[in-house]
């Protein structure tokens, strides 16, 4: 059986649960992987056959995201020639994490597909939202990378479509420690905001991954880090607790580890709001952004109560077996695969 998988790269979460999947995934088939996005600090140990720019979310330094720069990059001719060359018709199975060139291709070609992944959980209403409505946002979770049918990842099971979040093999087997640390990654904060934020905050260390750094570098109570996928799950295990964006991936094995979690919400990106939303029953700490009190939000954080853990509801090989399984049922259904004009397209973004 041959399989495509197309993994968004905007960020390092979809990059790193894909080589978790990836040796269940093969067990089914060759598989063949659709990178797109470009703006990932992560080396994708994948079969990686087709490589795009994607549509890329890019961030300033402050918290939000870059506007200017991800309208730069945008190119729809671009993405309606690479939709229109990339083979999904040559394929058994595709499974589609949020990747919307896959998403135009098995339309365009009439080929059913699997939406995957977070974002496929929003495609219930069950699932939480933020408070502050964002009817752009909404339609981006729903519409940007649509399928013909959808396996969710979420923090609980809000759906009967929806199942529990792909945890690594690292984390799923550690044995957590404390050893007086807090991890750190805000992708959206440069360092130069991040660091003078945590010195205030004396008496504890922080490891913070860095993009800018290639070795560490120690800062007062603050250490840089280079970004690694392995050296990041080590901190985490070993820590008092975890400062991050309102991501899925690290939230969620956060949660699994059993340890205080603080998440800022990318400003602007709706789909983090939602997230923040879902954390607060597992008594996570939210944070709007890192202002003149962000020290002592930190310091009140720490000497609060502990986490409510992440129950997994599926293995790593259910998940998997859910997804090809319900792949191998689908049919086209012309109704529902409707072709696309360039016009569509256009309606689109």
Not at 5 to 30: C, D, F, K, W
Not at 44 to 63: A, C, Q
Not at 306 to 313: D, E, G, I, K, Y
Request: proline content about 4%; hydrophobic content about 40%.
């Amino acid at each position: 059986m041959k399989i495509l998988y197309a993994v968004q790269a905007t960020g390092n979460g979809h990059i790193s649960r894909a080589m978790e999947l990836m040796p269940y995934l093969e067990q089914y088939g060759t598989v063949d992987v659709f990178l797109s996005g470009s703006n990932s600090n992560l080396q994708p140990k994948l079969p990686v056959k087709y490589r795009s720019k994607g549509v890329s979310l890019f961030y300033g330094n402050t918290g939000g995201l870059d506007y200017l720069r991800m309208l730069k990059e945008f190119s729809l001719k671009r993405i309606w020639k690479e939709a229109n060359e990339l083979p999904v018709e040559r394929y058994d199975i595709v499974l589609n994490d949020f990747e919307c060139i896959t998403s135009l291709a098995c339309r365009l070609k009439k080929k059913a597909s699997v939406g995957f992944g977070h974002q496929a959980s929003f495609r219930s209403n069950l699932t939480p939202r933020s408070d502050k409505k964002d009817f752009a946002g909404e339609w981006v979770l729903k519409q940007y990378a649509t399928a013909t049918a959808y396996v969710g990842l979420h923090f609980s099971s809000y759906d009967d479509f929806i199942v529990s979040p792909v945890i690594k093999r690292e984390v799923l087997e550690a044995t957590p420690v404390n050893n007086g640390h807090v991890t750190v990654y805000l992708s959206h904060y440069s360092d130069e905001v991040v660091v003078p934020a945590l010195q205030q905050v004396k008496d504890i260390r922080f490891e913070v991954f860095s993009k800018k750094v290639k070795e560490p570098k120690r800062l007062q109570n603050v250490t840089l880090l280079p970004i690694s996928n392995e050296g990041f799950t080590q901190s985490m295990i070993r820590s008092a607790g975890i400062i991050t964006g309102a991501g899925f991936e690290t939230p969620a094995e956060a949660l699994y580890l059993g340890k205080k979690l603080l998440a800022l919400p990318i400003r602007g990106q709706y789909e983090q709001l939602c997230n923040a939303a879902a954390l607060k029953p597992f008594n996570v700490e939210v944070v709007d952004k890192i202002g003149n009190d962000f020290s002592s939000r930190v310091t009140n954080w720490l000497s609060a109560q502990t986490v409510q853990p992440l129950v997994l509801s599926h293995s790593t090989y259910e998940i998997v077996q859910l997804a090809v399984e319900k792949a191998r049922l689908l049919k086209t259904n012309p109704d529902e695969q409707t072709l696309l004009t360039e016009e569509d397209m256009l309606a689109l973004f």
